[in-house]
């Protein structure tokens, strides 16, 4: 018999980057009374890791819980990023709700398209929460317009289109029921959420269930799965069944050792949960995100889909440059390998194969951002290895057609930039869809074009746009392939001989091109120094230095005018380099170099090749 427990709602709060969900959560937990009065809070509580706070943005989704009029609130605040779309899509299956954030300038953007869809397919309530009311140029009315269209867009049943709309600045701390008046509080939202966001229901006379919807990792602990209790009652010490959908071979008997459930931004240990109650388990040595834990009486999987496919790779290898273990502290194929496989535990879309070196191996995520995140991630943590050029993943239809993945680029831009853009990625196999004008001089461009296309585009973009325009992409599934695309117009720089960069070598140098080093940097033959104006590379000794005559005094090198160098980060790093190059990650350097590094070897390469 399912019952309805009324203590208890569990939400997740979804939006486009940068709409301010992580905002809204910290004042949440604020106003819930989580912190004590006097404790210093620092700004986006939830975004834990460096990079997440680095960056501005969230990148696993994690779980929190307020009490509000003695009602517990299980609150996930999920990750923007297109490239982390898997993590949105396994959290909701641990909610009845969602609170959709809508920024009141920018309005409906591409991921709001992506995580509504995937709201409304699996029926789950949404509150439309309209963000960023204060901004100067905030535009609520024609917002609430687009949200409506975009609900009808995607099929929305009369039910979700009765949603309720709350206005909200998450930074001043306050939203309202309607835009004539300002609130003073999050009470409004509180409220909403407690009389529209349905109640968890379950049987909790009947055996246990819990779907596992992510992983957390703790080095003590080892894996803990986070899943919500769909039937039955769970406790400590107690004997289960892992079963999953997918895998109707996989049963396995375990045991709970410890259980808890999520207060505050803790964890708080309990003996027991039932019906609805959000839980961490720990103590399951391999348990994975979609397993079903199960009471021995009744072994029955929770369905649960798929978790979307990759869509990019990289080969990671082990560093073998004249450099090599001069920085990183983890330097072996060993090491990499363990690293790799180690991030398979919490993270679902990245898929790592084994090549037919010991020394490689192919790593496949969601997206350039996606796998950059784990790149620095591990350098941060001492490891020293070479990526090569990102490549899409083809694939191939019955008729034997080879199809590529297609995204869809949403690029709002002033009015005079928009020609440059479209010529640039109509170049880069692109085809406009839409053009809009928006507010402020900006237009709006739709493209549908395919991933290899947008490979090293951002950088390009920020410099044509001169920083004011903003690229939102997302996944459009598998198309036709568009034919053959030259990537980089420009050849590299390439250092001839080892050493050290000298002024009077780096002078000649920069009139060939931009310098990517400066002097006193440690060089080796093969290694890319900078970028040329023209099309193909060029050899030069940086490490030259002046002969020194009697008429000539070494103290006149000093007048020689350097520019400064170009100083790539890690994503302009991989978006720069090209097939034949690696890049060279240590814990406290990045270098471009080529893949062959002895220059005959190099040209007889190419000359076979062409």
Avoid: W
Avoid at 309 to 330: Q, R, W
Avoid at 464 to 482: S, W
Avoid at 596 to 607: G, N, P, Y
């Amino acid at each position: 018999m399912k019952k309805i427990r009324e203590d208890v709602r569990n939400i997740a709060i979804i939006a486009h980057v940068d709409h301010g969900k992580t905002t809204l959560v910290d004042e949440l937990l604020k106003q819930s009374g989580v912190f004590r009065a006097n404790q210093e809070v620092q700004e986006r509580v939830m975004d834990s890791n460096d990079i997440e706070r680095e960056r501005g943005i969230t990148i696993l989704s994690k779980n929190t819980a307020v009490t509000y009029k003695n009602t517990k609130i299980n609150i996930i605040d999920t990750p923007g990023h297109a490239d982390f779309g898997g993590e949105v899509e396994r959290v909701l299956k641990m909610v009845n709700g969602v609170i959709l954030v809508v920024d009141a300038f920018e309005g409906a953007m591409p991921q709001t398209k992506f995580v509504l869809q995937k709201a409304l397919e699996l029926r789950l309530a949404v509150i439309v929460c309209v963000n960023k009311i204060d901004r100067p140029e905030a535009r609520p009315k024609e917002v609430i317009d687009e949200v409506l269209e975009l609900f009808l867009d995607l099929d929305a049943s009369e039910e979700q289109l009765d949603c309720p709309f709350v206005f909200a600045s998450a930074k001043g701390g306050y939203c309202s029921l309607s835009l004539e008046e300002k609130g003073d509080s999050m009470v409004p939202l509180f409220e909403t959420i407690l009389e529209y966001i349905p109640a968890p229901c379950g049987d909790p006379d009947a055996g246990c269930q819990v779907l596992i919807s992510t992983i957390d990792y703790n080095e003590y602990v080892g894996r803990i799965g986070v899943g919500k209790v769909d039937n039955g009652e769970i406790k400590i010490n107690q004997e289960m069944v892992l079963v999953n959908h997918h895998e109707p071979d996989k049963q396995r008997k375990v045991k709970i050792s410890k259980l808890y459930e999520f207060d505050g931004l803790q964890k708080a240990e309990v003996s027991s949960a039932s019906i609805g109650s959000i839980v961490a388990i720990s103590g399951i040595t391999d348990i994975h995100i979609g397993d079903t834990l199960c009471s021995l009486e009744n072994p029955c999987a929770i369905p649960f889909q798929k978790i979307s496919e990759p869509t990019i790779a990289m080969h990671f290898c082990v560093n073998d440059s004249p450099l090599a273990g001069l920085e990183g502290k983890y330097v072996t194929s060993r090491h990499l390998r363990e690293r790799l496989f180690k991030e398979l535990h919490t993270d679902v879309s990245l898929r790592v194969e084994e090549t037919d070196s010991t020394e490689v191996f192919k790593v496949s995520g969601r997206g350039e951002l996606h796998l950059s995140v784990l790149i620095e991630n591990m350098r941060r943590e001492g490891y020293e290895f070479a990526v090569s050029k990102a490549e899409v993943l083809y694939k191939t239809n019955e008729r034997n057609q080879k199809l590529e993945p297609m995204e869809l680029a949403y690029i709002d831009v002033p009015e005079e930039f928009s020609g440059s853009v479209i010529q640039k990625l109509s170049n880069r196999k692109g085809e406009l869809q839409g053009m809009s004008p928006m507010n402020g001089g900006y237009t709006r461009l739709e493209f549908s074009i395919p991933s290899r296309g947008l490979i090293g585009y951002r950088g390009e973009f920020l410099t044509d746009t001169k920083g004011n325009g903003i690229i939102n992409t997302i996944f459009d599934g598998y198309g036709p392939y568009k034919g053959d695309l030259s990537y980089r117009k420009q050849g590299s720089l390439i250092a001839f001989e080892a050493g050290e960069a000298i002024t009077y070598g780096l002078f000649n140098a920069q009139e060939r091109g931009t310098l990517f080093i400066g002097p006193g940097e440690k060089v080796y033959a093969g290694m890319v120094i900078g970028q040329t104006g023209k099309a193909e590379d060029i050899e030069i000794n940086v490490c030259k230095k002046k002969q020194l005559t009697n008429t000539r005094a070494s103290g006149s090198d000093d007048a020689l005018r350097l520019s400064p160098p170009r100083i790539l980060s890690l994503e302009q790093a991989l978006e720069f380099i090209d097939v034949d190059e690696l890049l060279e990650i240590t814990p406290q350097t990045l270098r471009i170099r080529k893949r062959i590094l002895d220059a005959t070897m190099r040209k007889r390469s190419s000359f076979n090749k062409g």
